[in-house]
């Protein structure tokens, strides 16, 4: 009798000491919870992206922009103006803007070189569009002008044709560059109203083919102080 007494008093301590340790486990699972809760969980740490450096596009040395029109008449009388156009070449050597006699089409500028064919004659600008032939070399001149560690360089837009602008259609409109340009034009006798609108009447040179005109003009005013 008196071990059964105890036996069932060992089973209620015992009970009771589970009971607690029970409860107490609850209570921290239950406090852990929480704090995990309320603690917010550190941020993501990621490299950031440097930031970009800015590009400094390098500027162009030489105080002479030569600039030619690539079109039919340049094609079919180039061997007569190989001479001149390279001895400008050798003559100006470092003035000379982009490293040489710029040759523009409707695809591309490269830099003239006596030694390398033309690019495909699909590409030349037409006679007949002068509006759209000298708003290209005049998008020409102004990129040129964004590039050059010389601001005040001197403009030389150099025009083989036969063609009379005054005869053409017009195809568009054309505003006068914001530069100073001389024209250096080889074409018919006469004066050129569209030409003189686009240029002005001082700044347009006439030459002839078989004469080193194309070559003393430019020398002249390139020693010529803009006015």
């Excluded at 941020?43 to 800015?54: F, G, I, K, V």
């Excluded at 400094?56 to 007569?80: M, Q, Y």
């Excluded at 050059?148 to 568009?172: E, S, Y």
């Excluded at 006798?189 to 569209?194: A, H, L, V």
Aim: positive net charge; contains cysteine; glycine residues 6%.
């Amino acid at each position: 009798m008196r071990t059964r007494a105890v036996l069932l008093w060992l089973t209620l301590v015992g009970c009771l000491i589970l009971g607690n340790l029970a409860a107490g486990l609850a209570y921290w699972h239950r406090a852990g919870l929480a704090q995990a809760v309320a603690t917010p969980s550190p941020p993501e740490l990621r490299p950031q992206p440097l930031p970009a450096l800015p590009v400094v596009e390098e500027k162009l040395p030489g105080d002479v922009l030569l600039v030619a029109i690539d079109n039919r008449f340049l094609r079919a009388h180039s061997n007569d103006w190989v001479e001149q156009l390279a001895s400008l070449q050798a003559d100006l050597d470092r003035r000379l803007l982009g490293g040489g006699v710029q040759l523009v089409d409707r695809q591309q500028v490269q830099a003239w070189q006596p030694s390398r064919p033309l690019p495909p004659e699909s590409a030349v600008l037409a006679d007949a569009d002068f509006e759209g032939t000298f708003a290209r070399a005049f998008q020409v001149i102004e990129d040129f002008g964004r590039k050059a560690r010389t601001p005040d360089f001197k403009t030389f837009l150099i025009w083989l044709d036969d063609v009379n602008p005054d005869r053409t259609p017009r195809t568009g409109s054309l505003a006068r560059p914001r530069r100073w340009v001389m024209l250096l034009w080889h074409g018919r006798p006469g004066t050129s109203r569209r030409l003189s609108e686009v240029v002005g009447d001082d700044w347009i040179v006439r030459f002839k083919q078989d004469t080193t005109g194309l070559r003393s003009s430019v020398h002249y005013y390139a020693r010529r102080e803009q006015d």
